[in-house]
């Protein structure tokens, strides 16, 4: 039964899972209680230990899967967090990252983001200038101050001057990007910083 829960705070697996899994242990419950009130034939009874058999077998099956999916999620399935006033495009960047098997944490505040950092741990953020009661220069500062270069971080923003880029790099920032984003490139820009701060997640050496 256990097997029926989905990771936590990952994405959400395929019912037929589940449902498998489900229907073959009450069938298998359903089996058992029919033999106990009232015992079959011999013929009967060896009928049912087959199908109770089989039904063994496909629910080891579903739960060997959801077993290997749930590994895998653990290893390449990223937490990153997002700071973006604009609703339009924090759901924009939500999208494209977990279309890419990320699980993403939304703010359009920085300061409760800064709470959220120093409750759990993200593997990346992707940040904006503005912020509600702490701007994301702020934020990457207090990120930097107390974790150090170990956390890649990703400015997204629509302001595309020289100045802003290089004030973002020499906050502590490792790659900047401008509004319209195009998706591909961004997709790839996170998988290059997620490879070069994660290198044992994706088999390559440091």
Request: charged fraction near 25%; charge should be positive.
């Amino acid at each position: 039964h256990d097997l029926m829960l989905g990771p936590r705070g990952g994405p959400t697996f395929p019912a037929w899972l589940n449902d498998g899994l489900r229907r073959c242990l009450t069938a298998s419950d359903s089996f058992s209680r029919q033999a106990r009130a009232s015992p079959p034939r011999p013929a009967v009874r060896k009928r049912m230990r087959h199908r109770k058999f089989r039904l063994v077998l496909w629910a080891c099956a579903v739960a060997t899967h959801r077993i290997a999916v749930e590994a895998y999620l653990r290893i390449f399935t990223m937490r990153i967090a997002i700071l973006q006033r604009d609703p339009v495009r924090s759901k924009q960047l939500e999208r494209i990252l977990v279309q890419a098997g990320h699980s993403c944490l939304v703010f359009d505040d920085g300061l409760m983001l800064a709470k959220a950092l120093a409750r759990s741990t993200t593997d990346l953020l992707v940040l904006d200038w503005p912020g509600a009661r702490m701007s994301g220069s702020d934020v990457l500062k207090s990120v930097r101050s107390v974790s150090g270069d170990r956390v890649p971080v990703l400015f997204a923003s629509e302001d595309d001057s020289e100045e802003s880029i290089v004030r973002a790099l020499s906050c502590g920032a490792d790659d900047y990007i401008t509004f319209p984003v195009r998706v591909a490139e961004f997709r790839e820009r996170i998988t290059a910083l997620l490879r070069r701060a994660y290198p044992e997640r994706f088999g390559m050496s440091s």
